[in-house]
């Protein structure tokens, strides 16, 4: 049999009962940083174990026979906290930590071909004593105070909202693969978006580049790496997402009629693993069509157009640099200038929406000042009352009858 940890407080039923009542829990250290807590009530104990965090696993026998199940003695009792505590390899009653979650999450992202960086960005923003803590002992309100501290240190609300996402995406899947974590609305609600304030706040007026601009930079970042510079002609030719992009293979290309190209692109599954997977042809340019045939026929049919590309943003700040504009930029102007020149080219939202995988509703949320510019080219067909119509200009429409007849 094990040795056990001797304590004289907590060793029988007998010893336990004398104690008084009290919220705050009688300790024992079974290990370093691992500790045997038992709660006196009015009626029977209860056991936990901490380390890093506290989890209750069972009553204690003060007024029935230990079953080591549900009811344990203190042997039992220790033994049991050992067990949630260190876990071993037949052994799943370890409960996950936020560290393990999002360790499981970066895995799972780099199988599926997602940026790992989703997982580390969160890992960034955590403290030590919240990376120890239990999933399931997570609360609604310790997460919102956690999402709006990242706010109150300097991070845009864009990004604590992009961060929390993330965080929420890791809890979730450390939910589907241990049942017993049932806590999911703390996160659900603690970590939803929050909203930027507008108020007086100016709209970004670099969210659209003009198309010398786009051409300047797509040309420099041909320079800086051939695989990069490949990627951004087709952001800037296309503007899809970098995700969408990189599900491309060469039997997406569809160059038969040279002088109408077309490019079978992956819709997002923004967020959803089970979404069924859908293509939609997007027009592209003759010589953006070239440049994607001939790297087709370099990767060979079985190789995806791109290989995942990391610090796409560093690389495009670098090029951004050369050309002296503002280093704030994200590659995604490319999707925003591409959504908003063919704003400025009276095309149907519902076509522009279409192409670009979102909604005509998101377009007129989003770009609504641009869609006021492009309203005044709508002026030509408004009614003018400059010129009043003269009565003799009137024409009676025959009747029925004498249109029938003719």
């Not at 344990?72 to 390899?89: I, M, V």
């Not at 060469?250 to 819709?267: G, T, V, Y």
């Not at 869609?371 to 030509?380: E, F, I, P, Q, W």
């Amino acid at each position: 049999m094990a040795r056990s940890i001797y304590s004289e407080k907590l060793k029988n039923r007998t010893n336990r009962l004398k104690l008084p009542v009290k919220k705050k829990p009688y300790k024992v250290a079974l290990a370093p940083g691992i500790f045997l807590c038992y709660r006196r009530n009015d009626g029977p104990g209860t056991w936990s174990v901490e380390c890093g965090w506290l989890k209750r696993f069972g009553l204690a026998d003060d007024h029935e026979d230990a079953n080591n199940n549900s009811v344990f003695s203190y042997h039992q009792a220790q033994q049991r906290a050992l067990k949630l505590a260190r876990g071993n390899e037949s052994n799943n009653d370890k409960p996950v930590t936020v560290h393990e979650a999002l360790d499981a999450y970066e895995t799972d992202l780099a199988a599926r071909g997602g940026a790992k960086y989703n997982a580390t960005s969160v890992r960034n923003h955590v403290s030590a004593s919240m990376l120890a803590k239990v999933v399931m002992l997570l609360t609604e309100t310790e997460l919102r105070d956690w999402r709006n501290a990242l706010v109150a240190k300097g991070l845009k609300v864009s990004s604590a909202n992009r961060i929390g996402k993330s965080f929420k995406a890791a809890l979730a899947l450390a939910a589907t693969r241990d049942k017993r974590i049932t806590n999911g609305l703390a996160w659900r609600n603690g970590l939803k978006p929050l909203k930027a304030k507008v108020g007086n706040a100016r709209p970004r007026d670099n969210y659209y580049l003009p198309d010398a601009t786009i051409l300047a930079i797509v040309r420099e970042c041909a320079n800086e790496e051939t695989d990069f510079g490949a990627l951004i002609d087709v952001l800037a030719g296309t503007g899809v997402r970098e995700s969408q992009a990189l599900k491309l293979y060469p039997d997406d290309i569809l160059d038969d009629d040279p002088e109408a190209p077309r490019l079978m692109m992956w819709c997002s599954n923004k967020g959803a693993s089970d979404r069924d997977p859908e293509q939609r042809a997007l027009p592209i340019t003759p010589k953006l069509a070239e440049m994607l045939r001939a790297r087709a026929i370099a990767r060979k049919t079985n190789r995806p157009l791109f290989d995942r590309i990391w610090n796409v943003s560093a690389k495009f700040r670098i090029v951004l640099k050369r050309l002296g504009l503002d280093l704030s930029l994200t590659p995604y102007v490319l999707r925003h200038s591409s959504i908003i020149r063919q704003i400025r080219a009276n095309t149907p939202l519902r076509i522009i929406a279409f192409a670009h995988d979102t909604s005509a509703a998101e377009i007129e949320r989003t770009y609504a000042r641009y869609l006021n510019v492009a309203s005044d080219d709508a002026r030509g067909g408004l009614l003018s009352d400059e010129v009043a119509p003269q009565p003799g200009n009137v024409v009676k429409l025959a009747s029925s009858k004498k249109r029938r007849a003719a």
